[in-house]
């Protein structure tokens, strides 16, 4: 039961770094910010993969999400 609950709270914090970073991205392509929003691609992605290599997301769930991120971060330029 312990071992459940401290795994719980860990993908908890690893899907609310997620939202957080995807929020950052979406505030940065609403801004028309090239820069910012690259950055932003970058450590949102990266938390992304990690998450789905822990196990938190699916592997095709974090494929899907950076995807739509690109595409929003390149349909600025």
């Given at each position: 039961?312990?071992?459940?609950?401290?795994?719980?709270?860990?993908?908890?914090?690893?899907?609310?770094?997620?939202?957080?970073r995807i929020k950052a991205l979406l505030t940065?392509?609403?801004?028309?910010?090239r820069e910012k929003s690259a950055d932003a691609?970058?450590?949102?992605?990266?938390?992304?993969?990690?998450?789905?290599?822990?196990?938190?997301?699916?592997?095709?769930?974090?494929?899907?999400?950076?995807?739509?991120?690109?595409?929003?971060?390149?349909?600025?330029?």
């Open positions: 039961m312990r071992q459940s609950r401290k795994r719980r709270l860990g993908n908890v914090s690893t899907k609310t770094l997620v939202k957080t940065a392509v609403e801004e028309n910010d691609l970058f450590k949102a992605s990266s938390v992304i993969a990690k998450a789905s290599a822990k196990g938190v997301l699916h592997k095709n769930t974090a494929s899907r999400k950076i995807s739509r991120l690109t595409r929003k971060v390149n349909a600025l330029s």
